[in-house]
């Protein structure tokens, strides 16, 4: 969606016509886009009104502004530009603001950078979405209602830093970074060393494409623990109906845990409006001290889109732990059933 009504604000004003000229010019450039989404939780375990183990659907029994989001965004193919993503809703409390140490602020700068491009170079600089992982915050880009468990605990989802973007040829693009850290994007810098980002997305052929990405820095304040985190994303469109992708990870951080997880989705389009989604996966946590932790889960979403600007989810899930780690009234339990319906709304893109 174009920007026109700068212009018109400034003819409004008695802007002078250059003046307005020069305004209709900007507007030009910028684009602004954004959605709407909104959700009904239901636990089956008397869990206190909370879904444990989640980012993107906490809340239980309670209907939930997940994410109201405007984006404006100037990105010429050559010289400069920029990007400001606002966010106001839950998800900036249970996900972007906790790593500025804030978990009551519903409202949240999810990305603000700068951007240069000259030829098949695109480097960005401030604050930026992660390349890691299938699934990604923005609520419209997913095919579940609930984010994976090596979403919630082996990903970054943002970063703070710079970003070179090299378009090697048709067939991969190659990326080398320098970030605040690797554990979850945080915001609070605890140390001087960066963390580096490295990585590729290679179209292996019109059916199959890669993602190879590692991010290796160091965490833990004063402690000065190596980190390190290596994702893989494969899809593979096998038909105009049905696709499949697979998300595996490997975190790891010096003397405190590892995290092995593995994710697969298989879509299957029904008709024009229909939709479903299937994901299953195992995620590992190994902890220095403790107790290890296997998670299993299963989800199965249903996608219904009426509209190209309207969609909603109805999603089914089951997590199983070995050991009792869920909340069931006055007692613990190792398996928390849930049932979801989402609704998003978007414009301008």
């Known amino acids: 969606m174009k920007m026109h009504y700068l212009a018109a604000a400034a003819a409004v004003f008695g802007c002078t016509t250059a003046s307005a000229a020069t305004l209709a010019d900007l507007a030009k450039e910028v684009t602004a886009s954004g959605w709407i989404s909104g959700s009904y939780a239901y636990n089956f375990n008397d869990s206190n009104g909370l879904i444990q183990g989640r980012v993107a ?189 697979i998300n595996a990870d490997y975190f790891s951080q010096e003397d405190t845990v590892d995290v092995v997880g593995v994710a697969g989705y298989a879509t299957l389009k029904l008709n024009d409006m229909w939709s479903a989604t299937v994901r299953l996966e195992n995620v590992n946590i190994e902890p220095d001290a403790g107790s290890d932790l296997t998670i299993n889960e299963a989800t199965l979403a249903l996608t219904y889109a009426p509209a190209s600007n309207f969609k909603m989810f109805f999603e089914g899930r089951v997590d199983d732990a070995d050991a009792d780690i869920y909340i069931d009234g006055t007692d613990f339990t190792g398996t928390q059933p849930t049932l979801g319906v989402k609704a998003i709304y978007t414009f301008g893109m």
């Open 57 to 245: 659907d906490v809340q239980a029994d309670s209907f939930v502004l997940n994410q109201a989001v405007l984006n404006l965004s100037s990105a010429p193919t050559e010289g400069f530009g920029g990007t400001v993503m606002l966010l106001a809703g839950e998800d900036a409390a249970n996900v972007i603001n906790p790593s500025y140490g804030d978990t009551d602020d519903k409202l949240a700068v999810q990305q603000a950078y700068l951007s240069y491009a000259a030829g098949d170079l695109t480097v960005i600089a401030g604050r930026y979405n992660s390349l890691a992982g299938y699934e990604v915050l923005a609520d419209p880009s997913n095919t579940t209602l609930s984010r994976s468990l090596v979403y919630i605990n082996a990903q970054p989802y943002f970063h703070t830093g710079v970003r070179a973007a090299y378009k090697a040829s048709d067939a991969a693009t190659l990326f080398l970074g320098l970030a605040n850290s690797a554990a979850l994007g945080a915001s609070v810098d605890a140390n001087d060393p960066k963390t580096i980002e490295v990585g590729g997305l290679f179209t292996l052929s019109p059916a199959v494409t890669v993602g190879i990405y590692d991010y290796f820095g160091v965490e833990a304040g004063d402690t000065g623990k190596n980190t390190n985190y290596l994702d893989f994303v494969g899809t593979l469109t096998a038909t105009d109906t049905l696709s499949f992708a």
